[in-house]
Structure formats: structure tokens, C-alpha cells
């Protein structure tokens, strides 16, 4: 697996990582002895880096990775959480005592007593603005409670806005095949400030994967069955914010487009990992099988390279007109 530095965590991470929103349930039912086969399968392929949050699960997620890690304490793995989304999304909520709040639960979730990194998990537009924002997170990093902070955004304004600030380390947002935004100006900025990219949603919630049709339902639990029309937080989390069915048809041409011997999934990856400028992309996975097989993208970039065309071209024919100037 290659390894690459992390903005300005200065940690080597894996290009492919893993995505931990599964493990919180919300993608529907997934055990503890699964979870637990999840991470144990993804390191046993060469992953070390792991993404969650405090509200994946209400904290779910982060509790089996603190467990792994303390069963594994000689593993070198980098792990970054999320905060902000346990409370009203208004501005006035993300202050220094909310953050000491937060971090503190997830130190407590992950066994951990300094965490690796944390993002603001995409709050408000305003709050990416904000002086004290900034001043706050560099106060929990000065009291030794986080090593580094980043952001996670819905919209490509929000990044450049944070990618501006001194020490924002990393920057998590929606790449994928079908959500290309990112390529114009986050990118090219993020590179020349030093800054990481996590790429998140890489399998567009599945449509990636090529195993969708029209017909695929979803458990009632699921937040692709619940969050379609947005209801629950920002559609473009949900299917990358395009219509499902437009997906399936457009998951179907780019399946066309992978060689023999490749999944289209592991296509898909490969894809993002070939942009220049990711620093690791975070595919989530249900069961250890899963989770070896993304792990394998992490040796595919000329694989991804080789797809340029193909994806600009049917990106800009299914998805420009509808996605491009939401996000």
C-alpha cells in the first residue's frame, strides 16, 4: 500500500483508508464481532488510517476503534474523529467549550488521551469564517488535547475558505467519479498550501460499486433510503446528491470502462487516488471481505489514471448541469 503524508499532520498514512460510518449502524445492522472484522481486515491489508465521528452510531463507531486500538497497542495507525453534529447547526454553538466538550467524549470513546486529528464535521457556512473558531481549535491543540484539526465540507467555498487558515492540516470532502468539483480550485489550492485531502464518499453511497439497478431498496435504517430527498442533512452526502436512478445508469457506463480483473469499485478508487493532490480516500466497508478488496485500489493508480477521460465525459453528460453548481 503506498503511504502519504497527511497535509500537516506530517503522519504517513495509507492512500486508501478506511471510512467508519457503517460501523455507527447507520448504513444499516452491523455487529460488534463485524465491525471488529472490519478494522482487523482492513490493517491486515495494509490500511492505517481510520475516519469517524462522534455522532457515527452517538459515538458507536469511535467505541469499537478505541477497543481495537487498545488490543493493538504496537499498530502505527493514524485515526481522526469528527465534532459539531450532536448539537443545533447554528454558528454560536461551535465555541471552546463545546470543543473541550466534544473532544473530551471522543478521548474518552477512542482510549485515547491526545487525538490524532479532528475535523469540524460540516457546520454551518458561517462557522469556516470565523476568527474564533480557529483560535479555539489551536487552544485544544496548545492544551494537548488534539495533535492537529481539518474540516470536513459539503460545498467546494468552505474548503478554500479553511484551506486559507495557517494551521488547517487537512480538508475532507465529497471526489468521487461523479462529483469532480473538487479537480477546478480545492485541490490545486490544497497542494500549494500544504494542506490534505481525505476524499470521502468515493463510491457515491454505493452507486460506485456497480452492484445497484433501478429496483436496489434499502433497509428503513439506511440513510440512502431516509436521506433521498435530504430530509435528514445534506442530500449531496446521500448518492453524492444525484438522482439514484441517473446513478445507475451512469455507474453502469463507467463499469464499462474498467479493465479485466479489476472490480468496479476498486476502478472507482483507483480513480480518486490518481488525482493529484488526495492524500487518502475513505471507503467504508460492512464486512472484512469488503474491506480487503478497497484496500487493494491502494495498488491500482494507473488503473485509475488510465479512466480520466471516460469519467469527464460522462460526468459532464449525466452529471455537470444538475451537481457542479450545488457543491
Known amino acids: 500500500m503506498e503511504q502519504r503524508i497527511l497535509g ?35 490493517v491486515a491489508a495494509g490500511v492505517t488510517f481510520f475516519d469517524t465521528a462522534d455522532v457515527y452510531g452517538d459515538g458507536r463507531s469511535e467505541q469499537f476503534i478505541g477497543r481495537f486500538l487498545r488490543e493493538n497497542p504496537n499498530l502505527d495507525l493514524t485515526v481522526a474523529t469528527k465534532m459539531g453534529r450532536r448539537v443545533d447547526q ?12 466534544w473532544t473530551d467524549r471522543s478521548r474518552r470513546n477512542l482510549q485515547q488521551d491526545t487525538l490524532d486529528l479532528v475535523q469540524l464535521h460540516c457546520p454551518p457556512t458561517a462557522v469556516y469564517g470565523r476568527d474564533e473558531v480557529y483560535d479555539a481549535l489551536d487552544t485544544l491543540v496548545s492544551e494537548g488535547a488534539i495533535r492537529n484539526y481539518g474540516v470536513s465540507v459539503e460545498q467546494t467555498e468552505e474548503a478554500l475558505e479553511a484551506i486559507k487558515r495557517g494551521n488547517t492540516a487537512t480538508v475532507q470532502i465529497i471526489l468521487n467519479a461523479f462529483r469532480l468539483k473538487p479537480l477546478d480550485e480545492v485541490l490545486p489550492a490544497a497542494k500549494e498550501a500544504g494542506v490534505g485531502i481525505i476524499a470521502r464518499v468515493p463510491l457515491a453511497s454505493g452507486l460506485l460499486s456497480g452492484k ?8 428503513a435504517d ?42 468496479t469499485a476498486q476502478a472507482a478508487l483507483a480513480w480518486i487516488i490518481a488525482q493529484d493532490g488526495v492524500s487518502t480516500v475513505i471507503p467504508g466497508a460492512r464486512s472484512a471481505v ?34 457542479h453548481p450545488r457543491w
Not at 445497484?212 to 433497509?219: H, L
Open 8 to 42: 500537516k499532520t506530517g503522519r504517513s498514512v495509507s492512500t486508501v483508508g478506511l471510512g467508519t460510518w457503517q460501523l455507527g449502524a447507520d448504513w444499516g445492522s452491523v455487529t460488534e464481532q463485524d465491525a471488529h472484522s472490519v478494522l482487523e481486515a482492513s
Open 90 to 101: 447554528i454558528p454560536e454553538n461551535y465555541t471552546l467549550s463545546n470543543f473541550r466538550e
Open 212 to 219: 445497484y439497478t433501478p429496483d436496489t431498496e434499502f433497509p
Open 222 to 263: 439506511d440513510h440512502r433510503n431516509y436521506n433521498r430527498d435530504g430530509s435528514a442533512f445534506d442530500v449531496g452526502e446521500t448518492f453524492s446528491g444525484v438522482d439514484f436512478a441517473t446513478g445507475v445508469k451512469a455507474a453502469q457506463e463507467f463499469a464499462g470502462l474498467v479493465p479485466d480483473g479489476v472490480s
Open 290 to 323: 469488503q474491506a480487503a478488496a478497497n484496500a487493494e485500489a491502494g495498488g491500482m493508480q494507473s488503473v485509475g489514471a488510465g479512466l480520466s477521460d471516460g469519467v469527464r465525459d460522462i460526468y459532464d453528460r449525466y452529471f455537470r448541469e444538475a451537481v
